[in-house]
């Protein structure tokens, strides 16, 4: 068990990924369904985020805690003893064998990250023309359901490190900076 600092969330990487990966999903389906409150939709959420496979452990958290993909034993092992303590001896070997896997495939992406991250270059911008179609990311949302970018706009001049822009809708031009 690891302990982090409350006023310092950032100590605790995964749950904060989680904690985006969880309200991306919840923005997605507000933005599909702009009646419907959030809440309605995190049990869902959270079963469907438990089901799928993590791309750098290899397995489905469900898996992680239970030793199984979510389904549970078959019916006939709850009334037999020995294929209980069989089964929770099985269990518990599976466990053990998939944490030492999810383990090792942390720490194999936590380097090929550290690689990335040491090896990576001065941003390069990308070349934007007269014409493109963009979104705009807003600089600050006031709700977390928010959409993240405004758009699309079409370039209409593009500088070295800024564009001006134009809404379709309105007609109206933006001067933006590009991000370095």
Do not use: W
Not at 99 to 104: D, G, L, P, V
Not at 123 to 152: A, E, M, R
């Amino acid at each position: 068990m690891t302990f982090s600092s409350v006023s310092h969330p950032q100590s605790n990487g995964s749950i904060e990924r989680f904690h985006a990966t969880l309200l991306e999903m919840i923005r997605t389906h507000v933005s599909e369904n702009p009646n419907e409150h959030p809440f309605n939709i995190l049990p869902y959420a959270v079963q469907c985020y438990n089901s799928t496979r993590n791309k750098t452990i290899g397995f489905t958290p469900y898996e992680l805690v239970f030793g199984h993909t979510s389904g549970g034993p078959p019916e006939h092992v709850y009334h037999e003893k020995e294929l209980m303590s069989k089964y929770l001896r099985d269990i518990r070997n599976k466990l053990e064998y998939y944490y030492k896997i999810a383990r090792a495939r942390t720490d194999e992406q936590k380097q090929k990250a550290k690689v990335r991250f040491d090896n990576r270059e001065s941003p390069n911008l990308q070349k934007y023309k007269i014409g493109d179609k963009v979104f705009v990311k807003q600089s600050q949302i006031s709700n977390k359901l928010q959409n993240k970018f405004d758009g699309p706009y079409e370039d209409i001049q593009v500088f070295e490190n800024s564009a001006l822009l134009k809404n379709p809708e309105t007609n109206r031009t933006t001067k933006v900076s590009f991000e370095t």
